[in-house]
Structure formats: structure tokens, C-alpha cells
């Protein structure tokens, strides 16, 4: 059996599944790609190989390790992205959530069957039918849970809207507990720059009491405001549009201490260690151009319970 435990982003982490690039299936066509970032890199003959973003994944893995995290590795699937695991399920408290994802990524959920096997069924949730919810927009923050949407004319409009409406409520509903604060977030198929894919593409905590953030990604000025006031102004680094296209905010917790980045972050990671974090540096550039980067290729299953 597996004991999962997650209430926030940054306790000491115990396990984790992190994604896998092999076999990837390669270069997909640009009918074939549901987000902007990857549309651009097809289209510019940019897209990562295999190779890189396997050899990417894998220097992450170490990080990890070398922590003394339990990794577990989806199994692989012949022509399957499973790289961004987070979206495909997420761990609140005690619960582990089976969202309903993009169509297209439904088969990825078979790579960690295994793991779900050794969680008890009583500690599974599996999300109704008309509700959508990925992974990247939901973020335990001890007696809050901060949840990035899309409302229905958005949801219905773009691919890259992937949680809605219906699913803030299951899970305000799910866990009545938490104070759920739903963040509607900015939208566009066609402009990676515009586009907030999922709540930690604009937004992310670290350590006890700060927080990355992107003013852009939100469509509503409020929702960034009640975040600045929430954190505190003197806590929070603000990323540019540029940082926020390179995944500035999309960094990995390991403790309250120790932060895994991308190596290029140089504004980013000298703000974390001048706040006084280990930041462990690992190539990830390749990775990105998925419009994903570290938080997207983990599903932590334990966090220390505090």
C-alpha cells in the first residue's frame, strides 16, 4: 500500500511519480498539438527531440533521489506523451483525484495504474461525468485550495481552458473543509504569450509564506490582487510576460527549502537564494517548449503532514 498525503506545495516531499519521455511517439503534427507553445515549435522546427527531454527528465529524477523522495515512473505506453503527470491526477489530504482530462491524454492514466492499485479505494475520488479538472490548476495551501478556471463561454471557446465551472464546484463540494478560491485565468489557442494554460503557468508558492506570480495570467485584476494581499507584497517576486513564456513560476518544492528550477531562471533563482533557498538547477529549456516544465512533470503523492 501506498500512504498519500498532500496539503500544500512545499513540505517535505516523501513520493512522487514523475513523468517519462520515452517514447513519445515524435514530432506530432500541428493538428495534433493542443497548445500554443507546442503549435510554435512544430511550426518553427524547434520542437524537442526524445533524446534531450529524456536526458532532461532524467537529471530531475536525480535531483530527486538525491533528496531521498520515493520516485515512482508512469509505465511506459508505445506513442504516448506521459512527461506532464500532474495534470493526470493530483493527491488533496488523503484523497487521490482521478480527474476527467483532455480527450486526447485519457490513455496516459493506464501508465500509473500501478501505483493507483496500492492506494485503498476508500481514498480514491474519481471525477463526475460534465466536470473537467486538471492537475496544473489545483493547489493545496493548508485550509486553502487555489484552483484555476475557466467560465463556460471560455471553456466552450478555447482547448487550452482544461478546468471548469463544474469542477471547482466537486471540488468545494469534495473537500468541504477548504476555503476554495477559484482564479478565472486568461485564455488563447494561439498566442503562448497570452495564454495561462493552467494555474502554475502564472502562479506558484514557495517556502513557508512567498509566491511567484504573473499578473497577465489572470483575467480578473482582483484575483491577482487577493494573492499579492494574501502572501504579501514584500514576499512575492513578479515574473514578466517573457519569464512567464519560459515557465519562470512552473518551479518544484522538494521542502520549504530547497526549490528545483530550470538552470536559465537567473533572475529567479538569485531571488531564491537571496530569500535564502537551495535552489537546485537542472536543465529543462526542452521541456518547456510543451508548455511544461517541473511542476508539470510531477504528481507528488507525500508531503510530510505538518
Known amino acids: 500500500m501506498i500512504d498519500i498525503y498532500v496539503n500544500d506545495e512545499t513540505s517535505e516531499l516523501k513520493a512522487v511519480i514523475l513523468g517519462t519521455a520515452q517514447q513519445l511517439g515524435g514530432v506530432p503534427t500541428v493538428e495534433e498539438a493542443y497548445d500554443p507553445k507546442s503549435i510554435e515549435h512544430i511550426k518553427n522546427g524547434t520542437y524537442p527531440t526524445e533524446e534531450v527531454v529524456h536526458g532532461e527528465i532524467e537529471a530531475f529524477a536525480t535531483v530527486l533521489k538525491k533528496h531521498g523522495v520515493d520516485v515512482y515512473r508512469p509505465e511506459v505506453l508505445e506513442d504516448c506523451n506521459q512527461i506532464f503527470a500532474r495534470d493526470i491526477g493530483f493527491v488533496i489530504e488523503d484523497k487521490f483525484v482521478r480527474p476527467r482530462i483532455l480527450k486526447d491524454r485519457k490513455d496516459e492514466i493506464k501508465g500509473i495504474q500501478y501505483v493507483l492499485e496500492q492506494i485503498p479505494e476508500a481514498n480514491q475520488l474519481e471525477v463526475p461525468e460534465g466536470c473537467r479538472i ?3 490548476d489545483v493547489m ?9 478556471y475557466s ?10 481552458s482544461r478546468t471548469n465551472e463544474e469542477g471547482v464546484e466537486f471540488l468545494r463540494k469534495s473537500f468541504p473543509n477548504k476555503k476554495v478560491k477559484a482564479f478565472e485565468l486568461k485564455k488563447s489557442d494561439t498566442d503562448p504569450k497570452e495564454n495561462a494554460l493552467h494555474l502554475d503557468c502564472c502562479f506558484q508558492p514557495v517556502g513557508l509564506d512567498k509566491a511567484i506570480i504573473y499578473k497577465g495570467g489572470f483575467k480578473n485584476e482582483e484575483d491577482y490582487q487577493f494573492l499579492v494581499d494574501f502572501f504579501g507584497k514584500e514576499n512575492v517576486l513578479e515574473i514578466t510576460k517573457d519569464e512567464m513564456y519560459y515557465m519562470n513560476s ?33 536543465p529543462y529549456s526542452e521541456t518547456a517548449k510543451m508548455e511544461g516544465l517541473l511542476r508539470c512533470s510531477t504528481l507528488p503523492l507525500k508531503r510530510v503532514k505538518k
Do not use: C
Not at 140 to 148: C, N
Open 140 to 148: 493545496p495551501w493548508h485550509e486553502h485550495l487555489f484552483v484555476g
Open 151 to 160: 467560465k463556460k463561454e471560455d471553456f466552450q471557446k478555447y482547448v487550452v
Open 250 to 282: 512552473n518551479v518544484f518544492s522538494i521542502s520549504e527549502k530547497v526549490v528545483v528550477s530550470e538552470q536559465g531562471f537567473t533572475r529567479l533563482n538569485a531571488w531564491l537564494e537571496s530569500q535564502g533557498f537551495t535552489v537546485e538547477r537542472v
Open 134 to 136: 486538471e492537475g496544473g
